[in-house]
T-cell receptor, first 117, second 110 residues
Framework: ETGVTQTPRHLVMGMTNKKSLKCEQH?????MYWYKQSAKKPLELMFV???????ENNSVPSRFSPECPNSSHLFLHLHTLQPEDSALYLC????????????????FGPGTRLTVL | RKEVEQDPGPFNVPEGATVAFNCTYS??????FFWYRQDCRKEPKLLMS???SGNEDGRFTAQLNRASQYISLLIRDSKLSDSATYLC???????????FGTGTRLQVFP
């Protein structure tokens, strides 16, 4: 078991719904990440928060909206999604920071399996 | 060219076999390198970091060739429990951003 939890574990939503994914880390880390994992594709980094500031936004459509209220919690707000957004959404955390400590291990949560109908 | 390329496999090997995975990366300035393991329907977990001098952890050996921009993972005496997808991961700028390969699937059979 990792110290990163995600809820819900499974989500089915229609294209007009609004939902939120939640991630919580209990490791005292200061960097958190959202990734998308689709079948037969590499993990795609979506957003990075370091010290609660968004430091990376990988050209993600605006229908995905992240929120990081504190260093332990990360949300991904979803609205008007498309069927191609169906994927596994993984949250991760690390003891990183804007200082470029890129050698730090990222710990992943179990993911939310999202299906958009 | 993809930033990180791996042979997707699957590699089907018998227990006790030695198997090697390769990975190439496109950014010659990349700073740090890792192998992660992802079991079916589970999250990725760090298997080992990869150092320039090569490093070993039990049955697992990782090597880096900076000149060829190539990383390898060798698994000796394969166990059934080694069946998983092995992800090659590169940190191109020594920041918090990691670039993942698509993964190489390994299936060890009895």
């Amino acid at each position: 078991e990792t110290g990163v939890t995600q809820t819900p574990r499974h989500l089915v939503m229609g294209m007009t719904n609004k939902k939120s994914l939640k991630c919580e880390q209990h490791l005292g880390h200061n960097a958190m990440y959202w990734y998308k994992q689709s079948a037969k594709k590499p993990l795609e980094l979506m957003f990075v928060y370091s010290l609660e500031e968004r430091v990376e936004n990988n050209s993600v459509p605006s229908r995905f909206s992240p929120e990081c209220p504190n260093s332990s919690h990360l949300f991904l707000h979803l609205h008007t999604l498309q069927p191609e957004d169906s994927a596994l959404y993984l949250c991760a955390s690390s003891q990183g920071g804007a200082g470029g400590q890129g050698n730090n291990e990222q710990f992943f949560g179990p993911g939310t399996r999202l299906t958009v109908l | 060219r993809k930033e990180v390329e791996q042979d997707p496999g699957p590699f089907n090997v018998p227990e006790g076999a030695t198997v090697a995975f390769n990975c190439t990366y496109s950014n010659s300035a990349s700073q740090s390198f890792f192998w992660y393991r992802q079991d079916c329907r589970k999250e990725p977990k760090l298997l080992m970091s990869v150092y320039s001098s090569g490093n070993e952890d039990g049955r697992f050996t990782a090597q880096l060739n900076r000149a060829s921009q190539y990383i390898s993972l060798l698994i000796r005496d394969s166990k059934l429990s080694d069946s998983a997808t092995y992800l090659c991961v590169v940190n191109p700028r020594n920041t918090d951003k990691l670039i993942f390969g698509t993964g190489t699937r390994l299936q060890v059979f009895p």
